[in-house]
């Protein structure tokens, strides 16, 4: 079977007259409501409409009056982000890439998995860290995405997988993690208001433990976090000194490794069932010596950790290589044995480019090359 790509014809869409109601948050639907002169426990009704089953229309919504219903549709839209192109890897991997009111694109990706199906979600329009083995960070444009636009990524995969009317039994968009492109804690306003929706009971009910959200390292807003999402921890650590890890994660230099760990140490909630996870991107010959991996495990021990390594994905012009298979299996073997649970990252959806901003970057070049073939 060969990877399904799907691209939309006429670009980003023209900025709506009308707000859309998804991105609102509970005060956001009270004071929709309020405007139109009704009742608040339509509010309720409404969110559910929108949240729970997903109604892509105001017609749907047979509880609401006619008039209320005209109303709405008067003033508001359900519209989610756009989906520009849409990918379907031949490892059941789905990719969307969606384009923004003001014409910028990143992208979600769907990664099913035999009793779950986890969504990786994006929080920014690039990324200003410029972690040396990241795609993501060679991207000029960078901006902040808004709630509508962070909960528009989960309201899409579900419209596109079909899972809006039976969520309880649902195994296909289970858990979410804050591992799309951008530093989720760079922009934690936004990302705490579209997490508080998703995980809301009686709307989209994705639950805190199923939530990740992978940081490089914000130190101050770690315990933040933990204390008012009581989300997941995931950290990118790839490195186990200073001097290193300055070099290629270089927020390093703002936020030490000290620092970072001690911030990691005190999470809240931390304990037998809840564990940070730590990220090891495997870099032949700079990062993934045995020595390193003992030297890791000193650093992470005293805190409940998982350690997930993960293969580099190279990309064009990417100055590393990936370790060979042997070396991550010894790396992984000193890991394991000393009690960690480490999981190996299989690489998925290669063929759809599936990590770190490689659709992007590909389809901008596509688009290049068809505007230079259109101008000869
Ligand atoms: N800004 C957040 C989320 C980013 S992406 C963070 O830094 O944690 C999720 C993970 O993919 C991070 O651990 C990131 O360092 C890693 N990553 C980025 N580019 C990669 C590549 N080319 N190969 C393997 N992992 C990569």
Redesign the pocket.
């Known amino acids: 079977m060969e990877a399904e790509i799907q691209i939309a014809d006429g670009g980003p869409p023209a900025a709506p007259d009308r707000p859309s109601l998804v991105g609102l948050d509970r005060e956001g639907f009270a004071a929709v409501v309020e405007t139109l002169g009704k009742k608040p426990f339509r509010a309720k009704q409404l969110w559910s409409w929108v949240y729970r089953r997903g109604a892509r229309s105001f017609d749907e919504m047979t509880n609401l009056s006619k008039e209320l219903r005209a109303a709405l549709a008067e003033n508001y839209t359900l519209d989610r982000p756009a989906v520009t192109v849409n990918q379907r890897s031949t490892d059941g991997t789905r990719k969307w890439l969606l384009g923004l009111a003001d014409g910028s694109q990143v992208e979600a990706v769907h990664i099913p998995e035999a009793r779950r199906g986890t969504l990786c979600v994006s929080?920014q329009v690039g990324?200003t860290?410029s972690?040396r083995?990241?795609?993501?960070g060679t991207q000029r444009l960078v901006r902040n995405l808004d709630a509508a636009e962070v909960v528009g990524q989960v309201m899409l995969a579900r419209d596109d997988l079909g899972v809006w009317t039976a969520p309880d039994e649902e195994r296909d968009l289970t858990n979410i993690?804050?591992?799309?492109?951008?530093?989720?804690l760079y922009n934690y306003d936004n990302v705490a208001k579209a997490l508080r929706i998703v995980m809301d009971p009686e709307g989209i009910a994705i639950s805190k433990r199923r939530i990740t959200l992978?940081?490089?390292?914000v130190v101050p807003l770690i315990e933040r976090c933990g204390a008012e999402l009581g989300v997941n921890l995931?950290?990118?650590l790839?490195a186990v000194t200073d001097e290193l890890r300055d070099e290629i994660?270089p927020i390093n230099r703002k936020y030490p490794l000290d620092e970072l760990l001690h911030a990691c140490r005190t999470y809240p909630g931390l304990g037998t069932t809840r564990r940070i996870t730590f990220?090891y991107?495997m870099l032949r010959d700079v990062n993934d010596s045995p020595a390193e991996a003992r030297e890791l495990l000193r650093l992470v021990s005293g805190i409940p950790a998982k350690i997930n390594l993960?293969?580099?994905?190279?990309?064009p012009g990417?100055p590393y290589d990936c370790s060979t298979p042997e070396t991550i299996r010894i790396f992984a073997g000193i890991v394991e044995r000393a009690g960690y649970v480490s999981t190996v990252r299989t690489p998925r959806g290669r063929d759809i480019f599936a990590?770190?901003?490689q659709l992007k970057t590909v389809t901008e070049k596509q688009r290049a090359s068809e505007r230079r073939a259109a101008a000869l």
């Open positions: 929080s990324c860290l972690c083995f990241c795609h993501t993690v804050m591992m799309g492109m951008g530093e989720p992978s940081t490089a390292g995931a950290v990118s790839h994660v990220e991107v993960i293969p580099f994905n190279p990309w990417s990590a770190c901003g």
